[in-house]
Nanobody
Framework: QVQLVESGGGLVQAGGSLRLSCAAS????????MGWFRQAPGKEREFVAA????????YHADSVKGRFTISRDKAKNTVYLQMNSLKPEDTAVYYC?????????????????WGQGTQVTVST
């Protein structure tokens, strides 16, 4: 069974840090880009970051640039989102996604597979 499983969410104070992980299991695609999205209550899901299959190309949304960093470990089939200097407006459910297109398309990434999501709550 092909699936993406996120972990690492939780409650943190403003200014703190969290690292999200997304582990892919099963045979997904021969090569795939990965991305992180988030959805806050009452808002649409929005793009956060993406990374190419090789890891050599990344893209971060302006709202998180300089604070969040996406990375991946191909040997572990895992993608990470390091989140620093967290703000209350970062509170959301964070989803990882896999795309059968191997290049980093930034916000144009078209996910073919989604994880179940992990809650991140940033308190004031």
């Amino acid at each position: 069974q092909v699936q993406l499983v996120e972990s690492g969410g939780g409650l943190v104070q403003a200014g703190g840090s969290l690292r999200l992980s997304c582990a892919a299991s099963g045979r997904i695609f021969s090569s795939y880009a990965m991305g992180w999205f988030r959805q806050a209550p009452g808002k649409e899901r929005e793009f956060v970051a993406a990374i190419s299959w090789t890891g050599g190309s990344t893209y971060h949304a302006d709202s998180v640039k300089g604070r969040f960093t996406i990375s991946r470990d191909k040997a572990k089939n895992t993608v990470y989102l390091q989140m620093n200097s967290l703000k209350p407006e970062d509170t959301a459910v964070y989803y990882c996604a896999a795309s059968a297109v191997s290049g980093c398309k930034g916000p144009a990434i078209k996910p073919d597979l989604w994880g179940q999501g992990t809650q991140v709550t940033v308190s004031t």
